[in-house]
């Protein structure tokens, strides 16, 4: 059809060799699994078995802590199991879905090769596998499973397209941000076999108390500085809370960028959004972060950790100031004073 698809039956091809001697696969996707994330993993699943009678287990590190990715496993009926209870090292093949080997937001140890990497995060120079298929044009790591399917002809099972829908849904907020033409042509092909019903309940799920507990402390410590708004979180208890906080406040007039910190274990947890479409989060995250954790991402959204661990509770204090005044420093604002608490901002 196009070369997107010549790609993808180059990696079809690619696949079958590499998995010629393997009798179980292990799928890892990244800590803290989003929706792209175990949507993707679900489906080299899917495909493997299909198509090569390949049995595979699907993991995780971390854990599935958003009301949405929560009703996404229990409607869909997918089964995902933590890493701990894994015996990694029995496994001779392993495939990483959504990340890359070292980039400290997966769980697979650093001596551990996988023999497959399917991303959309830029390609690192670390990142070796007999088989790797990283494309950072594509919004979502489920466009490329979702092409891998249909190029072989695999039939895509109601839930499994509901996953793969949802999972370029929310990852391109409805295609609205760094979504390409492939994105679009996947998001098309796989709505009329979604099962609407489940999409709405796992997009409006019900929400725990404590949801509505860190979005009132989120506000009310929140401060901005011209276009940048910035949250401290506290101690939370699902991370990526720190990226939903982050998702609303930049949503803020006049705002260009959202930085939210959480406190999660011995981890502070980073999340920076923009509306800048070219705006490289990723790289300013890890300049942020820089020796002291990891982090990557894309051009608008980006998220990564620092350890924490020893740090009295005014020591991450003052970690979390420093890093809000480097941030700052990083997107423009060298010479910050104040910032203001937003909800004293509020005249219109
Ligand atoms: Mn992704």
């Not at 492939?182 to 099962?195: E, G, I, K, Q, V």
């Not at 930049?250 to 705006?279: F, P, Q, Y």
Request: hydrophobic share 40%; net charge positive.
């Amino acid at each position: 059809m196009d070369s997107d698809y010549t790609e993808t039956a180059r990696a079809l091809g690619h696949l079958k060799r590499v998995l010629k001697t393997c009798r179980r696969l292990l799928i890892l996707a990244h800590d803290n699994p989003d929706p792209d994330s175990i949507a993707g993993a679900v489906a080299l699943k899917h495909l493997v078995w299909e198509r090569f009678g390949i049995r595979s287990t699907v993991s995780y590190g971390g854990i599935v802590g958003r009301a949405e990715n929560r009703a996404m496993l229990r409607l869909l009926r997918i089964k995902m199991s933590p890493v701990h209870r894994i015996p990694l090292r029995r496994y001779r093949h392993i495939a990483l879905v959504d990340t890359q080997p070292k980039t400290g937001n997966n769980s697979l140890p650093l001596e551990l090769e996988p023999t497959v990497v399917i991303d959309h995060h830029p390609l690192r120079r670390d990142t070796k596998a007999p088989l790797v298929d990283v494309r950072p044009e594509y919004g979502a790591v489920a466009t490329i499973l979702t092409e891998y399917l249909q190029e072989c002809g695999c039939k895509i099972p109601t839930p499994l397209a509901t996953a793969l829908f949802y999972a370029i849904s929310s990852e391109t907020q409805a295609l609205g941000r760094e979504a390409g033409e492939a994105d679009t042509r996947a998001y098309l092909s796989l709505f009329p076999l979604a099962n609407k019903k489940h999409l709405a309940r796992i997009q409006r799920p019900s929400l725990p108390k404590s949801y509505f507990n860190v979005l009132d402390r989120s506000l009310l410590g929140a401060a901005t500085y011209k276009n940048v708004v910035v949250a401290r979180l506290g101690t939370v208890k699902v991370p990526e809370l720190a990226a939903e906080v982050a998702d609303l406040l930049v949503r803020m007039e006049r705002i260009t960028w959202a930085l939210c910190l959480a406190r999660h274990g011995d981890r502070l947890v980073l999340s920076i959004r923009t509306t800048n479409v070219k705006a490289k989060a990723g790289r300013v995250i890890q300049r942020l972060v820089g020796r002291r954790g990891r982090a990557g991402g894309h051009n608008m959204m980006a998220g990564g950790w620092l350890d924490g661990t020893g740090l009295s509770e005014a020591q991450k204090d003052r970690l979390e100031e420093e890093m809000v005044n480097k941030f700052l420093g990083l997107v423009g604002h060298r010479e910050v004073s104040v910032m203001r608490p937003l909800l004293e901002d509020a005249e219109v």
